[in-house]
């Protein structure tokens, strides 16, 4: 269906989309693809510089004026994600898109000596951080005539696997957080899914996997026909779905 269709090339024009994790990775090529499709992007990030550089390469190829946010999810309090809607309704007057992509692996290893710290961490970043972001741009998500949320999760948010401890916890709490919410914006201007990228070349899968060849990898272009098909208003009426970025 989705590849069958004749794509506008600017499908995202007009559109007001925020993006976590924009810096890098997953994330930093979807920012440039959605700039690409026409979208008006908000970077937010934890590395100042690396958002600069998305920035400068949306410019470059005259893209709509970017925003940076730079942020670290970790320590951010709700009245940094306040705020931001603040400003993000202020500038914009609403917001369309809202990819939830930050995330960290932290260390692979037995639960059974898992580092609280660690686990503390991961959970703030992967699913509280994406929680309470995503709150707190519901007010301006309701201006959208059409808004799409996105939650990252994984293979292993689906079924457990070895070794893979707090991380894989978080990606079922991700599936989770989008089944329960997904069901409470049905029939709504909001839709609420999920994308499981697949093995992916970037810099978290090398180091979950330091020793294989990379260049058997998909890269994070081609995963974006999922990530600009639930962006876009293709997807209209797509709710509490979980989507697989690549064909197995
Ligand atoms: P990368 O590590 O390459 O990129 C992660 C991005 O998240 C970076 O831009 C990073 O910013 C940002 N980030 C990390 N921590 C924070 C924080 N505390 N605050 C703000 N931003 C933060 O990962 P991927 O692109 O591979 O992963 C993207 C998503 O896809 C993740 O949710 C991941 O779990 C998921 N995924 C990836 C797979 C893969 O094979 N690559 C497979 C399955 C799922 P900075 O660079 O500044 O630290």
């Not at 989309?17 to 920012?31: H, S």
């Not at 499709?37 to 470059?60: F, H, P, R, W």
């Not at 309470?132 to 949320?149: D, G, Q």
Request: glycine residues 10%; neutral net charge.
């Amino acid at each position: 269906l989705m590849q069958n269709q004749q794509l506008d090339p600017l499908e995202l024009k007009e559109k007001v989309i925020l993006i976590t994790g924009a810096g890098d990775g997953i994330g930093r090529v979807a920012a440039l693809e959605y700039a690409k499709a026409g979208a008006t992007v908000i970077l937010l990030g934890k590395t100042v510089n690396k958002l600069e550089c998305v920035y400068d390469e949306i410019i470059a190829a005259g893209g709509p004026q970017p925003a940076i946010v730079p942020l670290d999810m970790k320590g951010a309090t709700k009245q940094h994600y306040r705020d931001l809607a603040a400003t993000i309704e202020n500038q914009f007057g609403r917001l369309d898109g809202l990819l939830n992509n930050a995330g960290i692996l932290g260390s692979l290893g037995p639960l059974e000596h898992f580092c609280v710290s660690t686990f503390e961490n991961i959970m703030k970043v992967n699913v509280t951080a994406q929680a309470v972001l995503t709150k707190y741009m519901f007010p301006i998500l309701r201006k959208s005539p059409n808004a799409s949320i996105i939650f990252t999760s994984s293979g292993v948010g689906r079924e457990g696997r070895e070794f893979w401890g707090a991380y894989a916890i978080s990606k079922f709490a991700v599936e989770g957080m989008m089944q329960t919410w997904s069901k409470e914006v049905a029939k709504t201007n909001i839709r609420i899914n999920c994308i499981n990228p697949g093995a992916t070349e970037t810099k978290m899968r090398a180091s979950a996997y330091p020793g294989e060849d990379r260049s058997k990898l998909a890269s994070p272009l081609d995963l974006m026909p999922t990530y600009l098909y639930l962006m876009s208003d293709r997807s209209i009426g797509i709710n509490g779905q979980s989507l697989d970025a690549q064909q197995k």
